[in-house]
Nanobody, 119 residues
């Protein structure tokens, strides 16, 4: 069982920045993929950014050019740096990790952290 704990959410004005953190209970080197999702009220949970064990990254179109996902293996933590925030970025942000073990994939979610962007 892997625990993921997000932090760093809060209230920020449009144009501001926040950095979210996702701390894992195991070495993130053992996690094949770590991702950030977000869910706004009344909407589905959407993928925001992906970082793989090899370091490659992908972003949703809404995040490109504004958000950066990164990892610190020594701290077992993945970050999401969010710049130039917009009110439409308001959502609960979740960290997700996939672990491969004995040929099976196990998926873990954090509890989420609220990000609110005021106009």
């Amino acid at each position: 069982q892997v625990q993921l704990v997000e932090s760093g959410g809060g209230l920020v004005q449009a144009g501001g920045s926040l950095r979210l953190s996702c701390a894992a209970s195991i070495s993130i080197v053992d996690l094949v993929i770590m991702e950030w999702y977000r869910q706004a009220p009344g909407k589905e949970r959407d993928l925001v950014a992906t970082i793989r064990s090899g370091g490659s990254t992908n972003y949703a179109d809404s995040a490109k050019g504004r958000f950066t996902i990164s990892r610190d293996n020594a701290k077992n933590t993945v970050y999401l740096q969010m710049n130039n925030l917009k009110p439409e970025d308001t959502a609960v942000y979740y960290c997700k990790a996939d672990q491969m073990f004995l040929g099976r994939k196990f998926t873990y979610w954090g509890q989420g952290t609220q990000v609110t962007v005021s106009p």
